[in-house]
């Protein structure tokens, strides 16, 4: 089993849908999740963190589920813009492992 | 202003060649990073630095070598650079070597070896 799993997709959405993504930890200990987002030819960058209770922003939330060792990102209302590749994050320590990210296309 | 900078940009090489690249960054971070995302789109860390000290080293063939000069740079050398070494080389820092805070990234360097 990958240390971090993800869905690569693409999936495609028209713009207003609501879109969600899974991402898998296989280490029980992991302590701190992110999830960050590409753009294409463009670097990462952080999009929120994930909280135990999970969290906010917007129009998007982060969820953590410990027992089943998954993080989530739902997006709703989806924009023409939210088109990137989402890539969770997972720290062990000082060790840090992105997932192999997931591509969203928002269609018009 | 820059946060996290890289040079080159772009850099196209033979095989066999000897390249650096090098990072800075200007937040006043402790640690820096080298990242290597291949045609697949995987992420890779390759080394980390807090404060000039290594602190992670995952598998990655000797002919790289990471030099970190102080906390605000940390420059990657190839040597004998081959096929398979193509790929965008990102650079990043964070505050501490922990998971509490974000990454920033530099632009990436995309390396072609022909």
């Known amino acids: 089993r990958k240390e971090v799993e993800q869905d690569p997709g693409p999936f495609n959405v028209p713009e207003g849908a609501t879109v969600a993504f899974n991402c898998t930890y296989s280490n029980s200990a992991s302590q701190s999740f992110f999830w960050y987002r590409q753009d294409c030819r463009k670097e990462p960058k952080l999009l929120m963190s994930?909280?135990?209770s999970g969290n906010e922003d917007g129009r998007f939330t982060a969820q953590l589920n410990r027992a089943s060792q998954y993080i989530s990102l739902l997006i709703r209302d989806s924009k023409l813009s939210d088109s990137a590749t989402y890539l969770c994050?997972?720290?062990?320590?000082?060790?840090?492992?992105f997932g192999t990210g997931t591509k969203l296309q928002v269609i018009p | 202003d820059t946060a996290v900078s890289q040079t080159p940009k772009y850099l196209v090489t033979q095989m066999g060649n000897d390249k650096s690249i090098k990072c800075e960054q200007n937040?006043?971070?402790?640690?820096m990073y080298w990242y290597k995302q291949d045609s697949k789109k995987f992420l890779k860390i390759m080394f980390s630095y807090n404060n000039k000290e290594l602190i992670i080293n995952e598998t990655v063939p000797n002919r790289f070598s990471p030099k970190s000069p102080d906390k605000a740079h940390l420059n990657l050398h190839i040597n004998s650079l081959e096929l398979g070494d193509s790929a965008v080389y990102f650079c990043?820092?964070?505050?501490?070597?922990?998971?509490?805070?974000?990454?920033?990234f530099g632009p990436g360097t995309r390396l072609t070896v022909t």
């Open positions: 937040l006043g971070h402790d640690t």
């Open positions: 994930v909280y135990s």
């Open positions: 990043a820092s964070s505050p501490t070597s922990g998971g509490e805070y974000e990454q920033y």
């Open positions: 994050v997972v720290y062990l320590g000082q060790k840090v492992t």
